[in-house]
């Protein structure tokens, strides 16, 4: 938790500022009694209306500034908290962004909004309740214990009593909330999960009849949730009778022992009245600063889930010194590159060479789960292998700055993805400055014109969050497109043409065979019919190379290739 503190350093006058303010208020406030009692004692008691005017009149002016200073310092420390947690959120979410595909799968897509929302909000909580309570409750407290004590020294002995009953209340319901209040962040997260889940997959959800599990699952969840909120409020509701108990019980025994004393002669009314006053600016003071206290745990344990995105080292890191190839041609090569992803118990892809030219086209075709996508995903670094070297121009690619890396590959990934925005501005995701004629030429090479223009907007036309207003050919398309206008030297296309019929698919690839020259192009596919004509084929089995070649050596060498082509040559006869 002060780790994060430490980002409020901007602030340090404004939180300077504020402090102040409370410091200043807290005298105001501790001042008025005393006021008080002087108009009771030496004005009512005399009939004096002088001095209640200019006592009453001093009064009015204290609580004034007093008023002044608290609503300064609460709008300086709204601001400052509100500040706080979107620097925070910044940082986080810049932080998440370099993870590595590994790191996000650690965490966890749910936890990571959790994190980036819910608990950043209760750090900001508890740093707002700190700015408006830190000077001003243990002012009041101790102030409090020092004015009432020099009003009356033998009734502060009440004080003296009630004060440790207070601390034992607020002990042990601190005690059985605190824990709660630290659970409550990880049952959240099991909520955001399953939330995520049952909107994500609402298609498959309602085509498999399982919108009541899914009810259910959200259910408990929803319910665990509740119940571990409903015990911490039960728990936290209880403070307050507790207190006000004590409180009440408090000013019955002093009003007691104090009216003992005024009858005696030792005390006088207006000073048992501020002596009241300021019994009751201690115990609330007590009461906030227990208030703070009790979340401040909940705080810390969503500090330290913030801490641990923050402090986690992104294993994907630029090389040092970065290293830049002289010529970029698009050069791909692997020497026997290795690669498995944590847990697995072996390989996704193991003793992986071969060489992808620039003008060539290099396809990788194999059965499901042989490691296609894996092989395309370690060239713009998403994961970094465990042994052997990728280089890309020569260079080794862990060398590289990612960002230098990246800008010379456009990949259109397996599972099309879309931003919410218009046709044109996702096709211009790939190259920010690209101009309308770019971008009509990278959809009429993706074979995107002729439903682009069929939609009633064209190439203004909103797709919505997720894509989900496009086909998914339409979108496979779009994203080609987005990647085109980039103009990369080496294109990945992995597997994203599955959803488009032979024909279009036929099109879109005579169209590309142009665009892609001098460039070097990865294709992965699962039909042999979209990478006969390829440079090179490398057949993938179970992780390894089973075969490299064209299309007619292969089907003399290799057995995989042959029977994944008589496979689907079978298929399509029987079609
Ligand atoms: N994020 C991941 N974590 C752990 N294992 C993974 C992950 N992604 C893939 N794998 C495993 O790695 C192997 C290769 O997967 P990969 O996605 O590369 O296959 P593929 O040939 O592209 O398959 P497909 O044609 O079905 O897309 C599979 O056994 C898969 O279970």
Redesign the pocket.
């Known amino acids: 938790m002060l780790k994060l503190l430490r980002l409020l350093k901007p602030y340090t006058i404004s939180v300077a500022v504020v402090l102040v303010l409370m410091f200043w208020q807290s005298l105001s406030q501790l001042y008025l009694p005393t006021l008080m009692s002087d108009i009771v004692d030496n004005g009512i008691v005399h009939g004096d209306i002088n001095y209640i005017l200019r006592v009453g009149g001093l009064m009015l002016l204290v609580a004034a500034a007093g008023t002044a200073a608290a609503v300064v310092a609460g709008f300086l420390s709204a601001k400052i908290a509100a500040s706080f947690g979107q620097v925070l959120r910044s940082k986080v979410f810049a932080r998440v962004e370099s993870f590595s ?2 790191e996000f ?1 650690q965490i966890g897509t749910a936890s990571l909004i959790t994190r980036t929302t819910n608990d950043i909000t209760q750090v900001q909580q508890v740093v707002l309740m700190m700015l408006r309570l830190a000077v001003r409750a243990p002012m009041l407290a101790i102030g409090g214990i020092i004015m009432a004590v020099a009003k009356d020294a033998k009734l502060s002995l009440v004080i003296v009593v009630v004060i440790p009953v207070l601390a034992v209340a607020i002990f042990i319901i601190a005690g059985k909330g605190v824990p709660l209040f630290k659970k409550m962040q990880a049952k959240l997260d099991q909520l955001n999960l399953v939330l995520r889940e049952g909107l994500t997959g609402i298609r498959v959800i309602r085509a498999f009849n399982r919108i009541d599990y899914e009810q259910k699952r959200f259910k408990d969840a929803n319910l665990d949730l509740t119940d571990t909120a409903v015990r911490v409020n039960a728990i936290m509701a209880a403070l307050m009778p507790i207190m006000m108990l004590i409180l009440n019980l408090t000013t019955v025994a002093i009003i007691w022992f104090g009216s003992i004393r005024i009858d005696y002669g030792h005390m006088q009314v207006g000073d048992l009245m501020a002596f009241i006053q300021y019994v009751m600016q201690i115990m609330f003071s007590l009461i906030m600063l227990s208030m703070l206290l009790m979340n401040i745990p909940r705080a810390s344990a969503s500090a330290a889930r913030i801490n641990e995105l923050l402090d986690m080292v992104p294993e994907i890191k630029d090389g040092e010194p970065v290293k830049s190839a002289a010529v970029k041609s698009g050069l791909v090569e692997f020497r026997n590159v290795t690669y498995s ?4 118990a072996k390989p ?2 193991s003793n992986i060479s071969f060489t992808a030219k620039p003008g060539e086209t290099t396809a ?1 075709i ?12 370690l060239i713009p670094r998403f994961y970094d292998i465990d042994s052997g070297s990728i280089l890309v121009d020569g260079v080794d690619i862990r060398e590289m700055a990612q960002a230098d890396l990246r800008s010379q590959i456009g990949l259109v990934p ?1 599972k099309a993805v879309l931003f919410s925005g218009t046709i044109a501005d996702n096709i211009r995701y790939g190259k920010e400055d690209a101009t309308n004629e770019e971008i009509k030429h990278a959809a009429e090479v993706a074979q995107a014109t002729e439903f682009i223009f069929g939609m009633k907007d064209g190439f203004n036309t909103v797709i919505a969050q997720g894509g989900t207003n496009v086909s998914g050919g339409q979108k496979q398309r779009l994203a080609v497109a987005r990647t085109l206008v980039r103009k990369p030297k080496i294109f990945i296309f ?2 994203c043409f599955s959803a488009l019929d032979f024909k279009t698919e036929a099109k879109l690839r005579t169209a590309l065979k142009k665009e892609t020259v001098n460039a070097t192009v990865l294709m ?1 596919a ?1 039909r042999v019919n979209s990478i006969m004509h390829a440079d090179q084929i490398i057949v ?1 089995d179970e ?1 390894q190379i089973a075969g490299i070649g064209r299309h007619k050596e292969l089907l003399r060498s290799c057995r995989v290739y042959r029977e994944i082509v008589t496979s689907q040559l079978a298929e399509e006869e029987s079609a």
């Open positions: 595909l590994n799968n992803y944590p847990g697995a996704a892809i990788i194999g059965g499901t789960g042989s490691g296609k996508s894996t092989l395309v995903n397996q992995d597997d992965v699962q993938l992780g």
